[in-house]
Nanobody, 127 residues
Framework: QVQLVESGGGLEQPGGSLRLSCAAS????????IGWFRRAPGKEREGVSC????????YYADSVKGRFTISRDNAKATVYLQMNSLKPEDTAVYYC????????????????????WGQGTQVTVSS
C-alpha cells in the first residue's frame, strides 16, 4: 500500500523553526521527485519546494527561498523540509507528494504531476 506520511508540524512563534518529515512506504522513494505543498485557510494550494530524484536538484517558491531547505534520505525513504525564520503567513496545512517524472523550473509546482499525496500536517506560526 502506497503511503506518504507527514510529521513535524505544530505551533511555532514567528522567527522560529520547524522540520517537517515525509515518510514513504509501498514504493521506492528514490525513483520519485518529492514536492511540498501547502494550503492556507481561504487560499489555493501552492507549491513550496521540490527535490528531484536523480540528482537532488531543488526548487523553491519565492516566498520561502532562503528560509526553507528541502532534503532527502533515500535510505530512510524520507524527505525533509527544514523551515527557518517562520512567518505568520507560513501558517498552512503542509502536504508532501510524489512525482514519477523529472521536475523542471516551470513545472515543479504543478500539482497535476504528483500522483501520491500525504494527508498533511498543520503548521501554525503565531505569537
Amino acid at each position: 500500500q502506497v503511503q506518504l506520511v507527514e510529521s513535524g508540524g505544530g505551533l511555532e512563534q514567528p522567527g522560529g523553526s520547524l522540520r517537517l518529515s515525509c515518510a514513504a512506504s509501498g514504493f521506492t522513494l528514490g525513483y520519485y521527485a518529492i514536492g511540498w505543498f501547502r494550503r492556507a485557510p481561504g487560499k489555493e494550494r501552492e507549491g513550496v519546494s521540490c527535490i528531484s530524484a536523480i540528482n537532488g536538484t531543488t526548487y523553491y517558491a519565492d516566498s520561502v527561498k532562503g528560509r526553507f531547505t528541502i532534503s532527502r534520505d533515500n535510505a530512510k525513504a524520507t524527505v525533509y523540509l527544514q523551515m527557518n525564520s517562520l512567518k505568520p503567513e507560513d501558517t498552512a496545512v503542509y502536504y508532501c507528494a510524489a512525482d514519477p517524472g523529472s521536475p523542471t523550473m516551470t513545472l515543479w509546482s504543478n500539482s497535476d504531476n504528483y500522483i501520491y499525496w500525504g494527508q498533511g500536517t498543520q503548521v501554525t506560526v503565531s505569537s
